[in-house]
């Protein structure tokens, strides 16, 4: 019986990142936070984007927990901010994971004449 697959660390960190980006409302905010180059505070969010104050709660929410943003509470408003130290850090590794990653040429030519048939 051959021992399973253990994931990386650095493979778990790509698909934390990754699920953090899987939604259109959180890349914006990331966009914004970064151009920005300061905090906004939540409520500011909200009368731009075509969500609820509960749900921009939510994805806010996904993206602290991924670690991409921080948040400072000054009640009753809470800051947010890019974390730049994670930011870098999940730059570097889909820069790695990007450039490291090949497609065999062979397998993309299979795959398009089977999505013709």
């Not at 936070?33 to 709660?57: A, I, N, Q």
């Amino acid at each position: 019986m051959s021992a399973k697959l253990e994931f990386t660390q650095e493979v778990q960190k790509i698909a934390g990142f990754s699920k953090a980006l899987s939604h259109p409302v959180r890349v914006y905010i990331l966009q914004k936070l970064s151009k920005m180059g300061s905090c906004c505070y939540s409520g500011d969010l909200v009368e731009e984007l075509p969500v609820g104050r509960s749900t921009l709660s939510q994805h806010l929410k996904e993206l602290k927990y991924a670690g991409l943003i921080q948040g400072e509470i000054n009640p009753p408003y809470i800051k947010y901010c890019i974390n730049r130290k994670n930011w870098e850090e999940a730059k570097q590794l889909f820069s790695s994971f990007l450039n490291e990653t090949e497609i065999a040429e062979a397998s993309c030519e299979v795959q398009a004449i089977s999505e013709h048939q």
